[in-house]
C-alpha cells in the first residue's frame, strides 16, 4: 500500500460538476431545465454535478448550446480534473522503497533542480514523480535494471551503487534523446578527427563547448556529466542509432591528460568495433581485459606516434626542454608526455607537476 503524501488532498479537488451547480443558482435555473436543454436525462445531469460522473463529449456540447459556455471549456475543465485525479493516484502509488531510492538520489536530485531538468516541487511524492518522469521509468525502483545494460566492468573494491549507476545511465540516455545530430559518424573520418582534437587540447579552459561541436560534425553526441557517489564511472559510450555514437566522459578527475586519454579510450572502443551488438558500453574505474588494454593501446599511439616515442625513450632525455620538444613534433600539449612517463615510471610523479593542467568543469545543458 502506497504511502500517503503531504499536499493536495482529494478533498479539496474542485469536479466539473461543481461549476455547473454554481451556474445553475447564478442563472437560477433547475437541474431538470438544464437537463432538458443540454439533450441529457436528468439523473445524469445530477450524478455529474454531484461528482459521480464525468462531463462527456455530448454533454460538453449540450452545455454549450444550453448556457452559452463553449465545449472546450467544459473538456478542459475535465482533463485538467482528470491530472490532478491522476497526479494524487500517482503519490498514492508510492511506495516506500521507491521513497528510500529517491532519498539516496539527493546529489543527483539536486543536480538536475541546478539545470532546471526537473521542478522545485513542493513535497516529495511530487518530486518523485518529476523524476520518474525525467529519467523515464514508471518507477525508481527500476533503475537498478539498467545497471546491468552493456559490459559493466567495474571492479568489485569499489563502492557501487545499482540505483544511483542506473539513475545515472537513465541521465545520459534522456540528455542525448534531447540532441539531434544532422552528421553520420564515419569511421574512415578518425585521423582527422584525432587531428582537431589535438588543436582543442592545446586550450587549457573548459573544452566542452569547442568538443560538442567538434564531435556534432562528426556523428559523436558528446557531453561532459558530473559523477555521483555509487556510480565510479570514467565514461560511457552508446549507439544513438546505426550510424552514430554518444559519449559521455565524468567530472570525476580534473586533470586535464587524465580526461584526454580517457577520451581517446571511448575512440578507441568505436575504432576497435568493440559495440559489435551493444547498445551501451560502461567504463568504470580500475577495469581490465582485452578490450579494454586494446582501448589503451589506441589512445596512448593516437595521442603519441609510438616509434617516435620509442627513439624519444631510448635518448633517455627527460628534461622539460627535450619533453617540450618532442610534444610539439607530435602536436600535444607538453602535460600529455609528462603524464605517460610519469604513468609509466620513468620520471618521479611529482616531477613537472607545475606543467600539468586542471580543468574546472561547469555543469552545461549542452
Not at 454535478?49 to 460538453?60: F, Q, T
Not at 574512415?188 to 587531428?195: D, G, H, N, P, T
Not at 567538434?214 to 557531453?223: E, K, N, Q, R, V
Request: hydrophobic fraction near 40%; charged fraction near 30%.
Amino acid at each position: 500500500m502506497g504511502a500517503k503524501t503531504i499536499g493536495l488532498s482529494r478533498d479539496l479537488l474542485i469536479h466539473p460538476g461543481e461549476t455547473i451547480a454554481d451556474i445553475l443558482e447564478e442563472r437560477n435555473i433547475t437541474q431538470k431545465e438544464l437537463a432538458r436543454r443540454a439533450g441529457v436525462s436528468e439523473p445524469f445531469l445530477c450524478d455529474v454535478i454531484r461528482g459521480r460522473k464525468d462531463i462527456s463529449k455530448g454533454l460538453a456540447k449540450g452545455l454549450e448550446y444550453a448556457l452559452g459556455v463553449k465545449s472546450s471549456f467544459w473538456l478542459n475543465l475535465q482533463a485538467n480534473y482528470d491530472a490532478e485525479l491522476l497526479m494524487l493516484d500517482e503519490e498514492d502509488s508510492i511506495e516506500e522503497e521507491e521513497r528510500s531510492v529517491y532519498v539516496k538520489m539527493k546529489e543527483i536530485v539536486d543536480c538536475l533542480k541546478k539545470q532546471s531538468k526537473i521542478e522545485q516541487s513542493k513535497t516529495e511524492g511530487e518530486a518523485i514523480i518529476s523524476l520518474r518522469k525525467y529519467l523515464r521509468v514508471s518507477r525508481l525502483t527500476g533503475l537498478k535494471s539498467f545497471a546491468t545494460d552493456g559490459a559493466f566492468r567495474i571492479s568489485g573494491k569499489i563502492a557501487v551503487d545499482p540505483d544511483i549507476l542506473g539513475a545515472w545511465i537513465c541521465m545520459c540516455q534522456a540528455d542525448s534523446s534531447e540532441r539531434k545530430l544532422s552528421r553520420k559518424f564515419d569511421k574512415a573520418k578518425m585521423e582527422k578527427l584525432i587531428r582537431s582534437l589535438k588543436q582543442i587540447m592545446k586550450n587549457h579552459e573548459d573544452p566542452q563547448p569547442e568538443l560538442v561541436d567538434l564531435f556534432a560534425d562528426y556523428g559523436i553526441d558528446f557531453s561532459v556529466a558530473p559523477n555521483f557517489k555509487g556510480a565510479p564511472i570514467q565514461g560511457y559510450l552508446a549507439k544513438k542509432n546505426d550510424e552514430n555514437y554518444q559519449i559521455v566522459l565524468t567530472f570525476r578527475g580534473s586533470s586535464a591528460d587524465i580526461f584526454w586519454f580517457s577520451l581517446f579510450h571511448e575512440l578507441g572502443h568505436i575504432a576497435n568495433g568493440d559495440m559489435g551488438k551493444q547498445k551501451s558500453y560502461i567504463d568504470g574505474e580500475n577495469v581490465s581485459g582485452e578490450r579494454e588494454n586494446a582501448a589503451d593501446e589506441f589512445a596512448r599511439n593516437a595521442l603519441i606516434d609510438p616509434v617516435d616515442y620509442d627513439l624519444f625513450i631510448q635518448k633517455k632525455d627527460f628534461g622539460i626542454r627535450a619533453i617540450k620538444a618532442f610534444a610539439d613534433s607530435q602536436d600535444i600539449p607538453d602535460y600529455i608526455v609528462i603524464a605517460r612517463l610519469q604513468h609509466e615510471q620513468k620520471i618521479p610523479s611529482t616531477r613537472f607537476a607545475k606543467y600539468k593542467v586542471t580543468y574546472k568543469w561547469m555543469i552545461r545543458d549542452v
